[in-house]
């Protein structure tokens, strides 16, 4: 077969961490397709967020004049989602995608339950998901992050069952090695950490509510005792969209003040196609810290030990699915930063060999799902060319 022209339909400069899912899955697709990809990119945010264009004929006409076209993996499925025709983050007719010739493959979609769960959504995105169902030149996918789940209870099990599930890209990250002027000199190991300051109204709800300050706090504290500890420990934060730098300024605030000029440094915020400048540093580090879903699942993929901090259930259904759910922790903000610090205190004192080892057999077992996906996917596509 020539090379397939590929229409890919995601986000590329929305947050670092898709751009590490991209990296994952097209180098694991190269590896296990038997036909080479030449991909146009299409970002996302065009349609649902600038909307400087629209799903319309013109959309459809561009599309056709593809091989074929991979939408995802995003959050494309929103369970609360019941401002668009579609109960997804598509604004467009539940049938508007029939106007696609060519095969659509949605690829590693995740199922967004942060805002709760809408009827006329589900309703909506049950009527969208016929339509694709019915298609043979459709395929359908979800990442592995527990979204099988929220697809099965809210949307129901015949749509969970014809979907296969995979493993996110970012498991399967490669990152170019960048330099570090930020990385602390003088230091000999290096503890990562991902804040993420998007969703405060979610992610730091405690018993009293909305508590993004005391987790800041909370987190300055915890942090500064492990680098007391730790004379030669280095600390990076690495910041993957504009909210997680401003959470990390506040951390930083009330971090001790020799630390925070000695022993502290911030990753370049950075977008799109440079991506590798802020997750090398996960490639570098002795243990990563963090909250984002990319920034758990990519040093996992590359061998670093890493904690997670569940403040969005993709966290949480990640670790699970990995077998590594005793490698999450979750609470109000002082609890879910007091247990983050005790695994890292364990980690950086005992060793993460154990830790390692369990993480490269979960990821091998995921490669094999996936590249057993692969080979479904290429069959699919030979009968729908």
């Known amino acids: 077969m020539a090379t397939l022209r590929v229409l890919h339909l995601a986000s590329f400069v929305g947050n670092i961490g898709d751009n590490a899912m991209h990296d994952g899955a097209c180098r694991t697709r190269a590896d296990d397709l038997p036909f080479e990809i030449a991909y146009e990119r299409l970002e996302i945010r065009e349609f649902i967020h600038w909307t400087t264009r629209r799903l319309d004929d013109a959309f459809l006409s561009y599309a056709n004049g593809f091989d074929a076209v991979i939408v995802g993996g995003d959050s494309l499925l929103q369970t609360w989602r019941d401002d668009t025709p579609t109960g997804t983050y598509l604004d467009c007719a539940p049938d508007f995608l029939a106007g696609v010739r060519r095969p659509i493959c949605f690829y590693g979609l995740g199922v967004d339950a942060t805002r709760g769960v809408s009827e006329t959504a589900m309703t909506r995105c049950r009527s969208f998901l016929d339509g694709l169902l019915a298609d043979r030149r459709r395929l359908l996918s ?203 205190a364990r980690d950086l004192s005992d060793g993460t060999q154990t830790v390692r080892q369990r993480q490269q057999t979960a990821v091998a077992a995921k490669r094999a799902t996936l590249k057993a996906f692969h080979e479904a996917m290429a069959n699919w596509l030979e009968r729908t060319l």
């Open 142 to 344: 979800v990442r592995d992050d527990g979204s099988i789940d929220l697809v099965r209870a809210h949307l129901g099990p015949a749509y969970a069952d014809a979907m296969a599930v995979i493993p996110d890209g970012g498991l399967f990250a490669r990152p170019e090695p960048c330099p570090h002027p930020e990385r602390p000199a003088g230091t000999e190991r290096l503890l990562a950490v991902n804040l993420a300051g998007d969703m405060p109204d979610k992610r730091f709800a405690g018993a009293g509510g909305g508590d993004r300050d005391a987790f800041c706090r909370a987190m300055a504290g915890m942090l500064s005792g492990v680098l007391a500890r730790d004379p030669g420990l280095g600390l990076v934060f690495v910041p993957h969209i504009h909210s997680d730098v401003a959470i990390v300024a506040d951390t930083l605030a009330a971090l001790d003040d020799r630390q925070r000029r000695t022993r502290v440094g911030i990753a370049p915020y950075v977008q799109g196609d440079h991506w590798s400048a802020g997750f090398d540093l996960y490639r570098e580090a002795d243990l990563v810290l963090a909250m984002r879903f990319h920034a758990n699942l990519v040093p996992i993929g590359l061998g670093v030990p890493a904690i997670g901090l569940d403040t969005h259930h993709k966290i949480g259904g990640a670790f699970a699915a990995l077998g590594l759910a005793d490698r999450c922790v979750s609470g109000d903000a002082r609890g879910l930063v007091e247990a983050a610090g005790a695994i890292a």
